[in-house]
């Protein structure tokens, strides 16, 4: 059973409100799984979580954000043909976009110890995080999940023997900072949903 079913139940998804127990706790970060720290930083930099066991469970949550939202046939930033089918379905417009709602996409990876996503011009083409919309919903997949920023660079590289992607880049501030922080400085922070699919 994963670390995620263990967390959740198999009921289903569950998204940061359903979960307000869990993001309570308080855990010594060094006694967590790679995957338990991830959730527990992503969730501390304001990122909405979203668990699902299967693709029907993806396309209900994708759905429940479109609802939340307003977003219902609207133009979405979206480069990956792969994700496509789902933009069709709810009848979201991704060609010859001027305005959009949001970014739809997937990642490199997801970084457990910062609690941030790793994207390349493969999901952002040359766009730098402060040229992309507010709004992002990011599909990935718990095989995704690694314990640095040093592994996931490592990955691109093994991933990409030779066609190596350009742009690399992390965002890991989901929330505007309450008080002034440094450390947020020349970021832009970004309203992030992650449709996160269980596949170990």
Same mark, same amino acid.
């Given at each position: 059973? /994963?670390?995620? $079913?263990?967390? =959740?139940?198999?009921?289903?998804? %569950? *998204?940061?409100? +359903?979960? +307000? ?5 308080? =855990? ?26 299967? $693709? !029907? ?12 939202? !307003? ?16 933009? +069709? ?8 976009? *001027? ?19 790793? =994207? *390349? /011009? ?19 997949? &718990? /095989?995704?999940?690694? %314990? ?5 660079? $490592? ?13 690399? &880049? %992390? ?5 505007? %900072?309450?008080?002034? !922080? ?5 970021? /832009? ?12």
């Amino acid at each position: 059973m /994963s670390i995620f $079913s263990k967390l =959740f139940g198999s009921s289903g998804a %569950a *998204s940061e409100e +359903d979960n +307000d127990k869990e993001n309570n706790l308080s =855990f010594p970060e060094s006694n967590l799984s790679i995957d338990e720290q991830f959730i527990f930083n992503f969730k501390k930099n304001g990122g909405k979580f979203l668990y699902c066991e299967n $693709s !029907d469970e993806v396309k209900e949550q994708f759905e429940n954000i479109l609802q939340e939202n !307003d977003w219902y046939e609207s133009d979405v930033l979206c480069y990956e043909t792969t994700l496509f089918d789902l933009l +069709d379905e709810n009848k979201l417009n991704y060609t010859k976009v *001027s305005n959009p709602k949001f970014l739809f996409a997937g990642c490199e990876n997801l970084i457990a110890d910062e609690g941030s996503v790793l =994207f *390349s /011009s493969k999901q952002i083409k040359q766009h730098k995080p402060n040229e992309l919309p507010a709004n992002i919903i990011v599909f990935a997949k &718990t /095989s995704q999940i690694l %314990a640095f920023k040093t592994d996931g660079l $490592s990955a691109i590289k093994k991933k990409y023997e030779r066609d190596y992607p350009t742009n690399i &880049t %992390a965002i890991k501030y989901f929330e505007k %900072a309450k008080e002034e !922080d440094f450390t947020q400085y020349g970021s /832009s922070a970004k309203n992030l949903y992650l449709l996160l699919l269980e596949d170990l």
